[in-house]
């Protein structure tokens, strides 16, 4: 899945009496032009003859208008609108990254691919040092601004097959997968992914001539060492993280059974 941030356009459904005018308008058009169509054309039909070949036109002729005017757009709208739900029920507001639902329904399948492949991947929680005092000092728009340009960052690092998600406040989690069948090499995949990661976090930022700086702390969990669920995982990371930041901040620590 590529984490980019993603924006649905939602056509306005049509209301109730915008649907009863237009079906009224089709009607009342179509029939105009059947009537005026019998009236110009001569023929013998008694009046229950043509009662019905003007029935039987009307339909023929209102159906496909009806469909293109009423009912298209009104699926369609209903679709989009479907379409927004699900995106907003899987997706951060504020960065546009997947959210924790998200992120787990990756992980579960990441986990399970894993397994059945028998190679290695890893999920990387983040944590924000010193982000409480940009928003004390700053206030919460210069926050949220850091938060977003941080995940704009970390998808710049990250590959398209992996995911990006913010758990909420100050914590991102990075699921990256196809780290190979060998765990030294997967663990030095991740720990050289975390590093860049740290030094990108790093890197000041401008908020309207104000350079803001935080770092990070990662925790690491290996996946693929043995079998694990998605929430086990996320907080074993966890507390990977809280050990990077006791030791010091700013660095990565792997979680060990």
């Given amino acids: 899945m590529s984490s980019a941030p993603v924006t649905i356009d939602s056509a306005k459904p049509l209301s109730t009496r915008q649907v009863v005018i237009r079906i009224a308008i089709i009607v009342a058009s179509v029939e105009s032009l059947i009537m005026l169509a019998l009236g110009s054309i001569p023929h013998e039909a008694s009046t229950l ?20 005017w009423v009912i298209r757009p009104f699926v369609t ?70 938060l977003v340009e941080i ?21 991102f989690l990075v699921l990256i997968t196809y780290l190979g069948f060998d765990k030294r090499g997967a663990s030095d995949k991740a720990s ?5 990661l740290i030094d990108l ?26 079998d694990v669920d998605p929430e086990t995982a996320i907080n074993q990371a966890d507390r990977a993280m809280y050990q990077a930041k006791q030791a010091g901040r700013a660095c990565t620590v792997f979680y060990e059974n």
């Fill in 77 to 146: 709208a209903r679709d989009q609108a479907l379409a927004q739900i699900s995106h907003l029920a899987h997706v951060d507001p504020l960065t546009q990254l997947a959210n924790r639902r998200l992120m787990l329904a990756h992980l579960e399948k990441a986990l399970a691919a894993i397994s059945r492949h028998k190679m290695f991947g890893a999920l990387l929680l983040l944590d924000l040092d010193e982000f409480k005092p940009v928003n004390d000092v700053h206030g919460h728009n210069a926050g949220d601004a850091l």
């Fill in 49 to 68: 003859s043509e009662a019905i070949i003007d029935t039987a036109l009307l339909i023929i002729c209102s159906i496909p208008a009806i469909f293109l």
């Fill in 151 to 171: 995940a704009r960052r970390m998808l710049t690092l990250t590959r398209s097959e992996d995911v990006v998600a913010r758990l909420g406040g100050d914590e």
């Fill in 201 to 226: 976090v790093s890197k000041p930022f401008d908020y309207h001539g104000t350079t803001l700086r935080v770092t990070a702390s990662i925790g690491i969990r290996l996946l693929g060492v043995d």
């Fill in 192 to 196: 050289l992914v975390a590093r860049n």
